[in-house]
């Protein structure tokens, strides 16, 4: 993944009664997105595309204030490249 690939960006939320308030966003890289999905796989289990990661590499890149705080990722879809998957979780 190069210096020069895009940026994906997180809205992150925060649950008021009964709707979802965006509370922020957060930017992670190509490479923040390959790290949660390597996580995802060796800690959690889970094959999760790269896309469905994106809440995670925020939270693991330490890009939302969550200490003291009860938070959930959503982790979502498993339709990756067999390819991309296997340079992603072997680095």
């Known amino acids: 993944m190069s210096a020069a690939a895009p940026k994906r960006t997180v809205t992150v939320a925060t649950r008021t009664s009964p709707a979802t308030t965006p509370a ?5 890289s190509d490479d923040e997105v ?3 999905v390597r996580y995802a796989f060796h800690e959690l289990k889970l094959v999760v595309e ?5 809440g995670l590499a ?3 890149a330490g890009k939302v204030a ?8 959503i982790l979502s879809g498993a339709n990756v490249d067999p390819e991309l998957f296997g340079r992603l979780i072997a680095r």
């Open 58 to 60: 925020a939270l693991l």
């Open 34 to 36: 390959g790290n949660a």
């Open 50 to 54: 790269p896309g469905g990661v994106i």
């Open 66 to 73: 969550v200490k003291g705080k009860v938070v959930v990722a």
């Open 24 to 28: 922020g966003r957060a930017t992670v």
